[in-house]
């Protein structure tokens, strides 16, 4: 709004200027009429340098403060814009000028507020009248003069209201900056929360799988060292034991790797049961399975869940606890499923729990679910509770 005022402010100067310029050698009847219309001489250096010193202030205020200018800032360029539009007026010969004092109420609107420009866009009409009354006697019987200051508290109205939907517009798209702001942080929070739940979650399968597999490929290199002279046979399908293992670990990490990918298929819990069982039975550590129920019910997290508190169980049981026979059941209900190891080893202290068992909590209360370990000097009893999604 502002540049387009200057460029009717400059036009109407600069045609009362050149008015008496085109009128000169014509009759001096149209001398006289366009003085009778209100035109004088313009003195056109200092009337372009003013209108150019304006247009320069409102551009140096929208570049340095694009958002809203500080108040003590605000104040020395409303006095400064208010001096200059004076400057001005006494230098143009259209009058036209005279509606720049227009803009004094608009740019004080994003300032100060509506109760300062509606303050200001009185003081300028007031303004008005006085150089009225001081300079045209009788001017409030001249219908012209009437009409233009009508014309120009109309202005001063709409000028108001533009401020204020330009103003509301304005701290819109603040508030939208803010929006987005604070949604680029919650993104980034959600991302740096969704990689550490990814790391924990490699890590627990690093520690279930791996570890699992590592700890059976240990057994049974230490049994292939203890039998090699007393047992080459047993020695020698303890070493095939453990390449079995190895293989089975490449596996797993193979899975992992494809379900990073999110192309495995489908999980199924009492086929891996029985894999596991098959990797873990020999003659130190005896496991029983019994799975009950229809595990089509529940999803894969919660399968999965399950299977890796049996490993986690059963490799506590043939590692730390020193057990010859653990017993693991499976009761996949309509409404819960429940996983239960149970060993006849030495047990643990209750402060004692490691990582895995720290894990494999995780694990199941991401599932929404329960873990309960007693431990004692007849073994170790492992619970834990699943219920179904939508239960």
């Not at 310029?21 to 340098?49: H, K, Q």
């Not at 086929?271 to 990797?279: G, I, T, V, Y």
């Amino acid at each position: 709004m502002p540049a387009t005022l200057y460029a009717a402010v400059l036009l109407s100067g600069a045609y009362a200027w050149l008015t008496p310029w085109l009128s000169r050698g014509a009759a001096s009847d149209a001398a006289d009429s366009a003085m009778a219309n209100g035109l004088g001489g313009t003195r056109p250096v200092p009337f372009g340098l003013l209108l150019a010193a304006l247009f320069v202030l409102d551009r140096v205020e929208t570049r340095r403060y694009p958002d809203r200018t500080p108040h003590r800032v605000a104040v020395g360029l409303l006095v400064a814009r208010a001096a200059l539009t004076v400057a001005v007026v006494a230098v143009d010969g259209s009058g036209l000028s005279r509606a720049l004092f227009v803009l004094l109420p608009y740019t004080a609107y994003f300032a100060f507020g509506r109760a300062v420009a509606v303050a200001l866009g009185i003081a300028c009409a007031g303004l008005v009248v006085t150089a009225y009354q001081l300079t045209i006697p009788r001017w409030y019987v001249q219908a012209e003069q009437v009409s233009d200051l009508l014309m120009f508290a109309v202005g001063l109205v709409l000028t108001i209201a533009m401020a204020a939907v330009a103003a509301e517009e304005q701290a819109g798209r603040a508030r939208l900056e803010v929006s987005h702001a604070r949604l680029r942080a919650y993104a980034e929070r959600v991302a740096e929360l969704s990689a550490a739940a990814e790391r924990n979650r490699l890590a627990r399968d690093i520690h279930d799988s791996l570890g699992h597999h590592l700890t059976a490929i240990a057994v049974l290199l230490e049994k292939a060292d203890t039998f090699r002279d007393r047992d080459p046979a047993g020695s020698a399908r303890a070493v095939a034991d453990a390449r079995d293992s190895a293989r089975r670990a490449l596996d797993d990490v193979r899975e992992s790797v494809r379900s990073l990918r999110a192309d495995t298929a489908p999980f199924r819990l009492s086929a891996a049961l029985h894999d596991l069982l098959r990797q873990v039975d020999d003659d130190r550590l005896t496991v029983s399975l019994d799975v009950a129920g229809d595990e089509t019910r529940y999803d894969p997290t919660t399968l999965t869940a399950l299977y890796r508190a049996a490993q986690e169980g059963i490799t506590n049981a043939r590692r730390h606890a020193g057990a010859s026979r653990v017993e693991v059941t499976v009761d996949l209900e309509e409404s819960r499923a429940r996983l239960v190891v149970a060993d006849d080893g030495r047990g643990f202290r209750p402060d004692r729990e490691g990582f895995g068992l720290t894990g494999m909590r995780e694990r199941i209360e991401l599932s929404g679910g329960s873990v309960a370990v007693s431990s004692g000097g007849s073994g170790t009893r492992l619970v834990v509770t699943i219920p179904r999604r939508g239960e």
